[in-house]
Structures are given as C-alpha cells and as structure tokens.
T-cell receptor, first 112, second 116 residues
Framework: DAKTTQPPSMDCAEGRAANLPCNHSTISGNEYVYWYRQIHSQGPQYIIHGLKNNETNEMASLIITEDRKSSTLILPHATLRDTAVYYCIVRVAGQAGTALIFGKGTTLSVSS | DTGVSQNPRHKITKRGQNVTFRCDPISEHNRLYWYRQTLGQGPEFLTYFQNEAQLEKSRLLSDRFSAERPKGSFSTLEIQRTEQGDSAMYLC??????????????FGPGTRLTVL
C-alpha cells in the first residue's frame, strides 16, 4: 500500500472547521483513501473513505485532489469531542487480506 | 448496539502465563482482523480470517501467538508464555467482503493487556 504523510499535530478552536491534510503521492489507481480517528484508549473509529470524488457524510467531508496525490479531511464544526489522533490510510479496497497500515497520524487538539 | 465487541476489556497477568482474548464481530461480517497497538504507535496488523479460514498469519509476532475462528463467527487470540513486551492494546476489526461495498473495517474497543 502507498505511504501517507500527515503533520504530527494540529490545533483547532471549538466551532471552527478543522482541515487535516494528507499526502499520498504514490497512490495507485485502485487504492482508496480512508480516514479513521482514535480517541484516547478507544478503538479506531471509521470516518470516511473515497476513491477520486469528494465525499461527505454526517461526520466529515473528504476532498481529494484531481491528481489524487493528496487529500483533506474536513470537520466542519469541531467540538471538544473531536480531539483525537486522525489516521489517513490508502489501501486497495476489498482485496483479500489487505490490512490497514497505520502511520502515526495527526493529533488534533480542539480547544474552547 | 451491534458493533464489534471484545472481552475482556482489561487483562493483567504475570509473566509466563497464558492469556486468551475474544472478539465478536458485527453480525454477518465474514472478515475478521487482529491488530496490536503499543503506546504512541498506530495499530499494527497481526492476522486475518475470511470466514473460518486464517488467510494471513505471517505477521503474528512469534509462535507464542495464535488465533482461531472455529465457526466463522467469534475469534480468539491466545498468547502463550507472556512477556512484558506483550503489554499492549489488542484490537479486533471486522468487515464484509466485496460485493457489498468497499470492505470497510470496523473496530472494537480493544483489550488492554498488562504483563507484570
């Protein structure tokens, strides 16, 4: 799977949008971009994934550049409960045995 | 809630003892994964089942680690002769194979193991 690069930490004020970047310059055409987050001492939580189109769900929006070499996860109105480590992962979806390969992620701190 | 469940949530054991953890996946999910997470690191893949077949186990950390999924439903992860370096969070995830979507993995809350 392609490697990803994320900033180690980011800060965000409560109520503002949090924009978390991810670089995946070696992504292959059949690889999806997945985002998970992990709140302290809990299991990772799935947020969103996409292939090449922008995606939105009740938690977040995912913006993927046209060349697919980078993406941004957007939390439109961050709350204190969004403080977590956010992981950007690329993988071939559905292929047997393709585990998620986690990096160190971005620690997002939301403050009031 | 019908998410992934793991038991126990916490386990404290003495070095040299055997421990077993259980994972119950989301109902009808046919794929089940085990990961390990040490402090300050992201989860690390250990092994994977499709139904009852263990299709990937080369990432198991040593021959002291073994996993089963006897009827294609719940799974167990056993660590024999535990060592202090085995102290970690052990995570389980499940997913539905292609044909129903993109095989998104959903994680349980984890079992935190402390080896004294």
């Amino acid at each position: 799977d392609a490697k990803t690069t994320q900033p180690p930490s980011m800060d965000c004020a409560e109520g503002r949008a949090a924009n978390l970047p991810c670089n995946h310059s070696t992504i292959s055409g059949n690889e999806y971009v997945y985002w998970y987050r992990q709140i302290h001492s809990q299991g990772p939580q799935y947020i969103i994934h996409g292939l090449k189109n922008n995606e939105t769900n009740e938690m977040a929006s995912l913006i993927i550049t046209e060349d697919r070499k980078s993406s941004t996860l957007i939390l439109p109105h961050a709350t204190l409960r969004d403080t977590a480590v956010y992981y950007c992962i690329v993988r071939v979806a559905g292929q047997a045995g393709t585990a998620l390969i986690f990096g160190k992620g971005t620690t997002l701190s939301v403050s009031s | 809630d019908t998410g992934v469940s793991q038991n126990p949530r916490h386990k404290i054991t003495k070095r040299g003892q055997n421990v077993t953890f259980r994972c119950d996946p989301i109902s009808e999910h046919n794929r089940l994964y085990w990961y390990r997470q040490t402090l300050g690191q992201g989860p690390e893949f250990l092994t994977y089942f499709q139904n009852e077949a263990q299709l990937e186990k080369s990432r198991l950390l040593s021959d002291r680690f073994s996993a089963e999924r006897p009827k294609g439903s719940f799974s167990t992860l056993e660590i024999q002769r535990t060592e202090q370096g085995d102290s970690a969070m052990y995570l389980c995830a499940s997913s539905l194979s292609p044909g129903f979507g993109t095989d998104t993995q959903y994680f349980g809350p984890g079992t935190r193991l402390t080896v004294l």
